[in-house]
Every structure is written in C-alpha cells, then in structure tokens.
C-alpha cells in the first residue's frame, strides 16, 4: 500500500504542476493591457512556481514522509483531503502576516496626533514672501508602519488652500516637503516635525518647482493664471488665513476645519514674484 500512497502523491504533485500555468493563463487573459501593474504569462507562471509550487510541493512530500513514519499507507482518503486543502490552507497562512501588519497600522494610526502647528511667510533665496512656510509636528506613540510605501500608508501631507465664494478653490502648490525625508520607512515612535512649502497656484514654475522648472529658461517665469477675472480677483483679495487639512482625505485635520494662525495677502506674492523675475506672458 505504501506504493498507493506514493502514487497519490505523485497526482496531487502533478496537479500542483499543471494547476499553475492554467492558472496563469486565466489570469493574464482576464487582467487586460490596462493598470498600473501588468505581469506577462512568463511572469505569472515563474511567480507562481517560485512562491506556490515548490512550497506546495516540498509541504506535500513531508506530509507524506509523516503518513509513512506513522504507518499510515493504507490512509489513502485522509492522505488526498491533505493534499487538496493544502493549497487552500498554505495561501491562507500566507495572508496572515499582512492582515496582522494592516491590523498593527491601523492600531498605530489610531494613536497618532497632531501636536502643534505653525506657519510664517515662505522667504525666496533673495528675500522676498512668495508663499508660505507651514510646519506641523505629529506624535506617533507607537510608531507608525510603512506598509511597504513610499512615503508611508496614512503618512500625514497637508494641503492649503483658499475659500472663494461661488467659485472652486484656489489651491496652493507644495513647492517642497521634509515628509518624504523624515519618514524612510515609517514613524519611529515619538514626535515628528514636518515641513511644508507652499506657493499660490498662480505662481509661475520656476517657483513653484524650481528644481524642474529653472528660472533660465524663459517659459518658466510666466504667470499661470486661469482668466483674466480669475487675475484681477486674486489679486484684489484682502489679506487674509489660509485654510489647510493634513490627511489622506483629512484623517490628521479634516479640510475646512483649520486656518494658518497668520494672514497673507495674494498681491504681496505676486509683488515678490515680480522682483524675482516672474512676468505676464500673453
């Protein structure tokens, strides 16, 4: 009978060898050409042999050497149920250690908050107020996880903005960030201090992106505005705060909820952007 149980071994290992490249092919006909992310036939069938098959493979004959150290040969049924779960219960082991790390973020997440928040003007290398400097500390008591991203899951990014009525909002471009440098690979636990730089829309590239865009080149010093009533409203706008949210999707402070605790004046940006070489371009 010992042969019995090893050729039902030798089944159920065929079928773990032939299962994978219809199973791959299911899956390459049925993921289409589009998404961020599309693996080719090859792929999918060297992904599934090094990840499913040879695992499956090499649990299968333990369990078998076990059947035999046992004296169990004759358990031909008992031997097949295994090996038909095993795929089953081998892909659900394996989602564990990602649902106790999503389960460990979101109690993290949960604990973090905001602690402080300043702003003050945003100074160019000359000098002059084009935007404004926004600064945020955050308490992660017990860290906060990266989930594998880059800057990480839930890391929290502010947005500014101003509140137009009857029309959309004026949206303010981060010009630069430390969220990015101070977050390699998570949150450690304690208190982090982010930095944001922030600049009116309007503003042309050179200071919106500076590192991209190089003020040497012409095109990037030109006014970026909307129309011409979108120009002379901005520009006519009293001094006045500057709305933020710190998310994703305000999870940190929810948008509309908070205000710079300092006033800014659009027409001083666009004055600051003329003295550093910024024009009207038709």
């Avoid at 090859?42 to 599934?48: K, T």
């Amino acid at each position: 009978m010992t042969a019995s149980l090893t050729r039902r071994a030798v089944q159920l290992t065929a079928a773990y060898w032939v299962g994978v490249p219809v199973l791959a092919t299911v899956i390459a006909l049925s993921q289409g050409q589009g998404g961020w992310l599309v693996f080719t036939w090859y792929e999918l069938v060297a992904i599934g042999f090094a990840a499913y098959v040879v695992p499956l493979t090499a649990l299968l004959w333990i369990g078998w050497a076990i059947f035999r150290a046992r004296g169990w040969q004759d358990a031909i049924v008992p031997f097949t149920i295994f090996g038909v779960l095993l795929p089953f219960a081998y892909y659900a082991a394996s989602l564990v250690p990602g649902l106790f790390e999503r389960y460990w973020h979101a109690r993290q997440l949960g604990e973090a908050r905001i602690e402080s928040i300043s702003d003050e003007p945003l100074l160019s290398a000359h000098g002059h107020p084009i935007g404004v400097r926004f600064t945020y500390r955050v308490s992660f008591p017990l860290g906060l996880s990266s989930l594998g991203q880059e800057p990480p899951a839930d890391a929290p990014s502010a947005g500014l903005y101003l509140p137009y009525q009857q029309s959309t909002l004026m949206e303010f471009a981060n010009r630069d960030s430390t969220l990015r440098q101070v977050s390699q690979g998570g949150f450690a636990a304690g208190t982090t201090a982010v930095t944001v730089d922030a600049v009116p829309m309007f503003m042309p590239l050179s200071i919106q992106l500076p590192n991209g865009f190089p003020a040497s080149d012409a095109r990037n010093l030109c006014f970026r505005w909307k129309s011409a009533e979108d120009r002379a409203r901005q520009l006519a706008a009293s001094p006045q705060t500057v709305l933020f949210d710190i998310g994703p999707y305000g999870r940190y402070v929810p948008r509309g909820s908070r205000a710079t605790a300092h006033a800014y004046r659009l027409a001083d940006f666009y004055a600051s952007a003329q003295a550093e070489g910024a024009k009207e371009c038709p």
